[in-house]
């Protein structure tokens, strides 16, 4: 049982097809392709690890906005990352790793430097592998990789689910890895470098040299973003705070010095 029950979130995903224009048919089809990897290589959906690695912990999720990179400093110069659960969204990996800390899950579609994902999962990381229509060439090129270091996999979509994949909710990268920590029933969430503004930051994507103004497409992706954070805040009564200036409804400011108030 999902805290988002499938209907639900199939209401939100109406939407999200009417505003972005996605293909339903190609969703459907990236779902079932990574279905079938899973199954054949026998992956294992790691749900009893999750739960005892997220139920009850605070969770820090790294977004790959223009903040990023200073959370991510301030997080490891606090020693904050220490007692704590860490939830990368894609791209957001390669900061952590360039500063010598791997996160325990990260969330992609694939969009990332997939070096720095496959050194995470090399090292323990429990990959998250995301399926929609725009990313089924990704699926054949990297889930067999991905299967060949690791069997503790977890795949999602954005359609009805075909099993061993699952659909906790949520639309990009960030709000799936806070639906996640929902769904595994975190304690609390802290959110570092999600920012919803019109800038891109440069751990987005990996031809990215510097951050970027969010493309028309980008813009609208944030949007849904900050609602589904916002509704998830508000509806489901998830406590989840923020380090960012762009602050979701019902979403807590808070200042990185007074994080430590809520780890202990």
């Known amino acids: 049982m999902t805290?988002?029950?499938?209907?639900?979130?199939?209401k939100w995903y109406r939407k999200i097809v009417e505003v972005m224009g996605y293909d339903v048919d190609k969703d459907m089809l990236a779902t079932q392709v990574l279905a079938n990897y899973l199954i054949n290589n026998h992956a294992i959906y790691p749900e009893r690890i999750l739960r005892l690695m997220i139920g009850g912990r605070t969770v820090f999720i790294f977004g790959a906005g223009p903040t990023l990179k200073r959370g991510v400093k301030e997080i490891i110069k606090r020693g904050y990352h220490e007692n704590s659960v860490l939830i990368a969204a894609d791209g957001a990996t390669t900061a952590l790793v360039e500063e010598d800390v791997y996160p325990d899950v990260i969330v992609t579609d694939l969009d990332g430097d997939i070096h720095s994902i496959m050194e995470s999962v090399k090292?323990?990381?429990?990959?998250?592998?995301?399926a929609h229509g725009d990313n089924i060439n990704k699926l054949n090129a990297y889930v067999?990789?991905?299967?060949?270091?690791?069997?503790?996999?977890?795949?999602?979509?954005q359609v009805e689910p075909v099993l061993p994949v699952r659909n906790f909710g949520g639309f990009t990268d960030g709000d799936r890895a806070?639906?996640?920590?929902?769904?595994?029933?975190?304690?609390?969430?802290i959110l570092i470098g999600m920012d919803f503004g019109d800038i891109v930051g440069k751990y987005s994507k990996t031809h990215f040299k510097t951050d970027v103004k969010a493309s028309e497409d980008k813009a609208k992706k944030l949007k849904i973003a900050h609602e589904l954070i916002s509704w998830l805040a508000c509806t489901k009564s998830i406590d989840i705070y923020t380090t960012s200036d762009v602050v979701p409804y019902g979403v807590k400011k808070v200042r990185f010095q007074d994080i430590s108030r809520l780890i202990k």
Do not use: D, Q, Y
């Open 123 to 130: 090292r323990g990381t429990i990959p998250v592998i995301h």
């Open 178 to 189: 806070v639906f996640l920590a929902a769904n595994f029933n975190a304690r609390r969430i």
């Open 144 to 157: 067999p990789r991905f299967l060949s270091l690791t069997k503790l996999l977890v795949g999602t979509t």
């Open 3 to 10: 805290i988002v029950s499938l209907s639900e979130w199939m």
